[in-house]
């Protein structure tokens, strides 16, 4: 009953309820225009000036989560502090904006039906026909205004996934559209994204599915006041008052985003086509500083693209064909590299691809090697191979989650000579599993976000490697995992030089694992790359980058010698 409350509250926005701006991002004649980096780019330039700002994501799909997604199908899962398995944009937002998201961030059709049929048989409608308008869109808004609620942020930006027209797509629209009128003039603003296509017979840019796009959004009720419009070429002033007229925005407000050499150019990319104070002036934001302060970012970049050092590094996993599922993997490389003044060139491989006889061929010209986290047999035998040769050829290593997984198996097959030794995730009726799932993950059946997942603490041994990149003993550290390390094994690990870096202090479970004879073995049960950012670049994968350019140095000097 009191989130019916708070939908009341929603139709009485008026009366100073809502504290924050909000800012809509909806997208359209085609997906993949890179809502979420615009959305980000423009939180940052409005972060700069000194405005808190938060972003979410409305999904139109009807899984309550992507948790249960197959990699293949939305790119990678990122987990939040509070264990919400979410949209890869949230990644985006807190690698920009450098502040966590939460379960609020992340909302989908599955989500808001979820909540409304429980409402439903909770009798909360009692006699009421329960209707798309308003029941789903009242949840809808209910769940748009719940951040601004908090009193925490200045400006709210909700980015409306899939595309305008899209079936899905139509009542987060018709939220919109509620919600302009609900909420006070001039604390609103929707920003439409549309694509400018180049075409070559024609030798020119296209700007009628623009045109169709914003009629679209029109139809739905909803005018924008901004377009970005993603283009291959500069867009010609006349262009540019041509889309203005047809699409009724001013013309300044026709803003050119061009495809970029990095997605961290396009808040100043932003910047320079006045994106930030288009909004400003149309949201009558007051009190932030005259121009956003964006020198640490700058100073990023310029070490990202004057690099002074060169490594390449292997990612191996099994779902390398869509570079989307590692996304957090790749991004904390880009900022590990420029922290270090160093490109990472990184190659992927095929987990499957990789066997006993190929491996050394395949892997000879690395610097270092991480294989990456991931679910299931298929390709495991691949990791364990890639990690014998890692380990044997003092090559710096770095597991992340099954990764780490697949060192511990790797070890106690190759090092402690238990052969069966394997994962009950891959053998359920293992002899030897180094690697077992937890007592309480037996007793569930559920699949929907019931792994451990979300932030825990660990506790880092002195001297460790893990200690010294972290410069501290206790950490927190997000976790998206059913299987853990068996402890019945320590023991024989650590005596044998495979040492317990890092231990959950209430549980015991292990976190981290290190070689002690090898210049940078390092493993961690948890997922180091979800809180990488562009300000706090994550210290294993800084360390790891430190590893691989002292080993090529190294190997470079032993050819001259
Ligand atoms: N499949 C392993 C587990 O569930 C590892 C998961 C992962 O790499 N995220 O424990």
Same mark, same amino acid.
């Given at each position: 009953?009191?989130?019916?409350?708070?939908?009341?509250?929603?139709?009485?926005?008026?009366?100073?309820?809502?504290?924050?701006?909000?800012?809509?991002?909806?997208?359209?004649?085609?997906?993949?225009?890179?809502?979420?980096?615009?959305?980000?780019?423009?939180?940052?330039?409005?972060?700069?000036?000194?405005?808190?700002?938060?972003?979410?994501?409305?999904?139109?799909?009807?899984?309550?989560?992507?948790?249960?997604?197959?990699?293949?199908?939305?790119?990678?899962?990122?987990?939040?502090?509070?264990?919400?398995?979410?949209?890869?944009?949230?990644?985006?937002?807190?690698?920009?904006?450098?502040?966590?998201?939460?379960?609020?961030?992340?909302?989908?059709?599955?989500?808001?039906?979820?909540?409304?049929?429980?409402?439903?048989?909770?009798?909360?409608?009692?006699?009421?026909?329960?209707?798309?308008?308003?029941?789903?869109?009242?949840?809808?808004?209910?769940?748009?205004?719940?951040?601004?609620?908090?009193?925490?942020?200045?400006?709210?930006?909700?980015?409306?996934?899939?595309?305008?027209?899209?079936?899905?797509?139509?009542?987060?629209?018709?939220?919109?559209?509620?919600?302009?009128?609900?909420?006070?003039?001039?604390?609103?603003?929707?920003?439409?994204?549309?694509?400018?296509?180049?075409?070559?017979?024609?030798?020119?840019?296209?700007?009628?599915?623009?045109?169709?796009?914003?009629?679209?959004?029109?139809?739905?009720?909803?005018?924008?006041?901004?377009?970005?419009?993603?283009?291959?070429?500069?867009?010609?002033?006349?262009?540019?008052?041509?889309?203005?007229?047809?699409?009724?925005?001013?013309?300044?407000?026709?803003?050119?985003?061009?495809?970029?050499?990095?997605?961290?150019?396009?808040?100043?990319?932003?910047?320079?086509?006045?994106?930030?104070?288009?909004?400003?002036?149309?949201?009558?934001?007051?009190?932030?500083?005259? =121009?956003?302060?964006?020198?640490?970012?700058?100073?990023?970049?310029? &070490? *990202?693209?004057?690099? @002074?050092? !060169?490594?390449?590094? +292997?990612?191996?996993?099994?779902?390398?064909?869509?570079?989307?599922?590692?996304?957090?993997?790749?991004?904390?490389?880009?900022?590990?590299?420029?922290?270090?003044?160093?490109?990472?060139?990184?190659?992927?491989?095929?987990?499957?691809?990789?066997?006993?006889?190929?491996?050394?061929?395949?892997?000879?010209?690395?610097?270092?090697?991480?294989?990456?986290?991931?679910?299931?047999?298929?390709?495991?035998?691949?990791?364990?191979?890639?990690?014998?040769?890692?380990?044997?050829?003092?090559?710096?290593?770095?597991?992340?989650?099954?990764?780490?997984?697949?060192?511990?198996?790797?070890?106690?097959?190759?090092?402690?000579?238990?052969?069966?030794?394997?994962?009950?995730?891959?053998?359920?009726?293992?002899?030897?599993?180094?690697?077992?799932?937890?007592? =309480?993950?037996?007793?569930?059946?559920?699949?929907?976000?019931?792994? &451990? *997942?979300?932030?825990? @603490?660990? !506790?880092?041994?002195? +001297?460790?490697?893990?200690?010294?990149?972290?410069?501290?003993?206790?950490?927190?550290?997000?976790?998206?995992?059913?299987?853990?390390?068996?402890?019945?094994?320590?023991?024989?690990?650590?005596?044998?030089?495979?040492?317990?870096?890092?231990?959950?202090?209430?549980?015991?479970?292990?976190?981290?694992?290190?070689?002690?004879?090898?210049?940078?073995?390092?493993?961690?049960?948890?997922?180091?790359?979800?809180?990488?950012?562009?300000?706090?670049?994550?210290?294993?994968?800084?360390?790891?980058?430190?590893?691989?350019?002292?080993?090529?140095?190294?190997?470079?000097?032993?050819?001259?010698?």
């Amino acid at each position: 009953m009191s989130d019916l409350k708070v939908n009341f509250a929603v139709h009485k926005t008026n009366s100073k309820l809502v504290a924050s701006k909000f800012i809509f991002v909806t997208g359209g004649v085609t997906s993949s225009l890179g809502k979420g980096i615009i959305s980000a780019s423009l939180a940052k330039l409005l972060q700069a000036r000194g405005f808190s700002v938060t972003i979410q994501k409305f999904d139109p799909y009807i899984n309550i989560d992507p948790g249960t997604l197959n990699p293949y199908e939305h790119g990678e899962c990122f987990v939040t502090d509070d264990g919400a398995e979410t949209d890869l944009d949230l990644g985006h937002y807190e690698r920009f904006l450098n502040i966590p998201t939460s379960q609020a961030n992340n909302v989908t059709t599955g989500k808001i039906y979820n909540h409304v049929i429980t409402q439903e048989r909770q009798g909360a409608y009692l006699g009421k026909t329960v209707q798309v308008v308003p029941h789903i869109t009242d949840e809808i808004k209910r769940r748009m205004l719940l951040l601004g609620q908090t009193g925490e942020f200045d400006v709210v930006i909700t980015e409306i996934g899939g595309c305008v027209g899209d079936i899905e797509s139509l009542p987060f629209i018709e939220s919109v559209r509620q919600l302009r009128w609900e909420l006070p003039p001039n604390d609103s603003l929707v920003i439409h994204l549309t694509l400018l296509p180049y075409l070559k017979a024609a030798g020119e840019l296209k700007t009628k599915p623009t045109q169709h796009s914003v009629k679209a959004l029109s139809e739905a009720g909803v005018n924008p006041d901004i377009l970005v419009c993603r283009s291959e070429y500069p867009i010609p002033s006349e262009m540019r008052k041509k889309i203005a007229l047809f699409c009724n925005v001013q013309v300044n407000s026709v803003i050119e985003s061009l495809d970029a050499e990095t997605i961290y150019d396009v808040p100043l990319l932003m910047k320079k086509e006045k994106l930030d104070e288009r909004v400003i002036k149309k949201l009558k934001l007051t009190g932030g500083a005259q =121009d956003p302060d964006l020198d640490s970012w700058k100073e990023f970049l310029g &070490r *990202l693209k004057n690099p @002074t050092e !060169e490594v390449t590094i +292997g990612l191996i996993g099994k779902y390398v064909e869509l570079p989307d599922a590692y996304k957090s993997i790749i991004e904390a490389f880009i900022h590990a590299g420029a922290q270090n003044e160093c490109k990472v060139k990184l190659k992927t491989f095929h987990a499957e691809l990789i066997d006993k006889e190929t491996v050394a061929s395949q892997l000879q010209n690395l610097d270092g090697i991480l294989v990456a986290p991931g679910f299931g047999q298929r390709g495991f035998e691949g990791k364990i191979q890639t990690i014998c040769y890692a380990r044997e050829n003092n090559i710096p290593f770095f597991g992340i989650c099954l990764g780490m997984q697949a060192a511990a198996i790797e070890f106690a097959r190759n090092v402690l000579n238990i052969k069966d030794a394997t994962s009950t995730e891959m053998e359920p009726e293992a002899k030897n599993p180094v690697i077992d799932m937890m007592a =309480d993950q037996k007793e569930i059946t559920q699949m929907g976000g019931t792994m &451990r *997942l979300g932030s825990y @603490t660990c !506790e880092l041994k002195k +001297g460790s490697k893990a200690f010294s990149a972290y410069g501290k003993n206790k950490i927190t550290e997000r976790h998206r995992h059913r299987y853990e390390f068996n402890n019945k094994y320590l023991q024989a690990f650590e005596e044998n030089g495979m040492i317990a870096s890092g231990i959950n202090p209430e549980t015991g479970l292990v976190e981290v694992i290190e070689l002690q004879n090898h210049p940078w073995f390092v493993a961690a049960q948890y997922h180091p790359e979800l809180k990488s950012t562009v300000q706090n670049p994550h210290p294993l994968f800084v360390k790891f980058i430190k590893a691989a350019i002292q080993y090529t140095k190294t190997k470079k000097n032993s050819l001259v010698l």
